[in-house]
């Protein structure tokens, strides 16, 4: 498949050519004509699947064949003609054609950095990011310039909105990129304010890593007959993490073997998954103790811990971190060589959100669950989800006294049989290839299997 097949114009093309691209990701293959084509669509797909350019080529296309402006003049040129008349300049609201809404202002700066790239033949069409700790006249000045696509984070956008600074009245496309990660940081009721000042005419694209539950419900809500589009890259099916169970008899054992795999030196840096906020601040407080660079991270700390925690991850000065689901969500941090299950998740959707904090960019990951002997319903649960069996392994002076679940008579996936131990491995023994090495596979393949828990799986909380 070629970009020429997907319809784009010659200018989108040779300036993706120019970029190096040299033909579309699977996302882009099935996004393109369809977006091109005017329908809404709703893709399940994550960041590196290359979903930036999924909306925003069609987009581009259908944008630069509508009709400029009358006058051809932004704002700034219509009053600066008007002070030339001797009239006093009217002021008027930036009327964009393209939103693009997204979480962070990192996200929306790196699309509008891509924008730029993929637009370079396309002068009249410019893109501005409209972000949260942006100064205000610096923003003033670039809504000035009426420019057709405005990347935006919700709360400033809103902001701009209120204080009658844009009028989505002539908006073309609405595009919400992970859409999901915006629910999860309470931007449900600024999502829900801004579609309703656009028009309903609109075309609308949503891009999220998940379409269950409340993404789903909202997808629905404001998208019409959406062709929906489901990608499974090898980052999502976590290819590229080796998952292990181990079984613990009890809390002491648990945390013995915690502390002895913590000490792997193939471990750069972990993420340790606690079902409760208190575990996590225990579990931090006797690494530190026990001579480890640990910290906690959950919903019951101030933002501002919480960004000055994950910084600290980032930089590598705390190597471990000890978390709960709610605040260890959309982590992304390169050096995660290990990520344990202290506590297994209690929906198997979260034990895959989990592990793919490793086996980031490209690098392989190690993925270990801290289980016991009556835990094998979850372990099957989450296997069933994933459709992938995980291993048992025992490592010699810390063997459990059980090391099965309960028999059961399947070999299907979470069929677990006494002594199973799926991947040959003999205690002590590690088949585990070092993190940080290139992953070998680079291609995406595949469906999505999808949970029928999802539907009826709570929001993301600490317990
Ligand atoms: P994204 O998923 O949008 O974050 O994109 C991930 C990376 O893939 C970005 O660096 C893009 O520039 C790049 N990319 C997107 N589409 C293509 C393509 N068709 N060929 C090569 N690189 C691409």
Do not use: C
Not at 97 to 106: A, D, G, I, Q, Y
Not at 173 to 189: K, P, S, T, Y
Not at 380 to 408: A, C, D, W
Not at 428 to 449: D, I
């Amino acid at each position: 498949m070629t970009f020429e097949a997907l319809g784009l114009n010659t200018s989108i093309i040779k300036a993706l050519t120019d970029a190096g691209y040299t033909k579309p990701t699977p996302v882009q293959e099935q996004a393109v004509p369809a977006a091109i084509a005017g329908k809404d669509l709703l893709v399940s797909s994550q960041t590196g699947s290359g979903k930036t350019a999924a909306f925003m080529l069609p987009s581009l296309h259908r944008l630069s064949a509508l009709e400029p402006a009358a006058g051809g003049k932004t704002h700034n040129q219509e009053m600066q003609a008007a002070r030339a008349r001797g009239e006093r300049p009217r002021f008027k609201p930036a009327q964009p054609k393209m939103l693009v809404l997204t979480p962070t202002r990192e996200l929306a700066l790196q699309v509008t950095t891509n924008t730029d790239k993929y637009s370079v033949n396309l002068r009249r069409l410019k893109a501005v990011s409209i972000l949260g700790g942006m100064p205000y006249p610096k923003q003033m000045q670039l809504l000035a310039k009426n420019p057709e696509i405005l990347v935006a984070t919700p709360g400033r956008l809103i902001d701009h909105m209120e204080s009658g600074k844009i009028d989505f009245s002539q908006l073309e496309i609405l595009v919400l990129d992970e859409a999901d990660r915006m629910l999860d940081m309470g931007f449900i009721d600024d999502i829900e304010k801004i579609v309703a000042a656009t028009p309903a005419s609109r075309q609308t694209m949503l891009f999220s890593a998940t379409l269950d539950g409340v993404v789903g419900n909202m997808a629905r809500r404001i998208t019409k007959d959406p062709q929906i589009i489901q990608i499974m890259t090898a980052a999502n099916k976590h290819e590229n993490i080796t998952q292990r169970v181990h079984f613990v008899d009890d809390l002491s054992h648990k945390n013995r073997l915690l502390d002895h795999l913590l000490r792997d030196e193939a471990l750069d840096q972990a993420v340790v998954f606690t079902a409760t906020k208190r575990d996590a601040d225990t579990i931090a407080d006797r690494l530190n103790i026990a001579g480890f660079s640990a910290a906690a991270l959950h919903g019951d700390m101030h933002q501002g811990a919480r960004n000055r925690t994950l910084e600290s991850l980032r930089r590598g000065h705390v190597k471990i971190l000890i978390a709960t689901d709610v605040a260890a969500r959309g982590i992304d941090v390169p050096n995660i060589t290990h990520v344990f299950n202290y506590d297994l998740p209690k929906f198997p959707e979260d034990y895959v959100h989990r592990i793919g904090r490793t086996g980031r960019a490209g690098r392989n990951g190690l993925a270990i669950s801290l289980v016991n002997h009556a835990e094998g319903m979850n372990v099957k649960r989450i296997e069933r989800f994933t459709k992938q069996l995980i291993p048992v392994n025992v490592i010699e002076g810390y063997e459990p006294k059980k090391t099965s679940f309960p028999p059961r008579s399947s070999s299907r996936p979470g069929g677990w049989k006494p002594g199973d131990n799926r991947n040959g491995a003999k205690p002590g023994q590690r088949s585990f290839s070092k993190p940080g090495a290139p992953r070998k596979e680079g291609g995406y393949k595949g469906s999505n299997p999808r949970s029928s828990e999802g539907a009826a799986r709570r929001s993301y909380g600490d317990r």
